[in-house]
């Protein structure tokens, strides 16, 4: 797997665990995939995804101030490359979606 993909993969699976409420294996991947995508450049398409994820499931588990941390990362570095993630955010985020780019959105 190449270290691009990576960051994506674990975004997926940890939000297909989310839609399934599984809160906490969706935790751990999310994790992992913010971890890993940090050592990508801002502008990279996805990058951010996983902190708005995250930060749904920190609002879900009752965690606000964590929810709160990771909504102002998802409206800083929120880079949605498909309309299914723009509509995640507008979902979880409607707040914070009308400040995140969909410019690279195909």
Known sequence: VQTCALP???RNLGWTYLE???YNEAERELKTAIKIGNKLPD???GRGIASCFLG???NEKNNIPQGQKYARR?????RPETIAEYRA???MHPSIAQYVTT???F
């Open 8 to 10: 994506i993969l674990r």
């Open 20 to 22: 399934q409420k599984r």
């Open 43 to 45: 502008d990279t398409l």
């Open 56 to 58: 749904h499931i920190y």
């Open 74 to 78: 998802c409206r800083e570095l929120g």
């Open 89 to 91: 955010i507008v979902k």
């Open 103 to 105: 410019k690279g959105i």
